[in-house]
């Protein structure tokens, strides 16, 4: 599971395996309800394994530059 705080935003990543398969998630968690968001990183790929869906949001959240006026830019 990848973690970061950014300005007042923390930011993580999770990966869960259920009926539907295996899933890859990146959520926010702001000061407000507003600014915490869950999003689910693909739902085109087919993941191998919980540790390839937990790379693959990781590595997003590597990628995320910065949280600003609820958008989120990317490197």
């Known amino acids: 599971m990848g973690y970061?705080?950014?300005?007042?935003?923390?930011?993580?990543?999770?990966?869960?395996?259920?009926?539907?398969?295996?899933?890859?998630?990146?959520?926010?968690r702001g000061r407000t309800a507003e600014q915490s968001a869950a999003f689910q990183v693909t739902r085109t790929k087919d993941f191998a394994s919980?540790?390839?869906?937990?790379?693959?949001a990781a590595a997003i959240i590597d990628q995320i530059?910065?949280?600003?006026?609820?958008?989120i830019h990317f490197y």
Do not use: N, P
Request: net charge negative; charged share 25%.
């Open 65 to 71: 530059a910065g949280i600003e006026g609820g958008e």
């Open 50 to 56: 919980l540790v390839e869906a937990e790379c693959a």
């Open 4 to 28: 970061r705080v950014i300005g007042a935003t923390r930011v993580w990543s999770s990966a869960v395996q259920d009926s539907d398969g295996i899933k890859a998630f990146v959520m926010l």
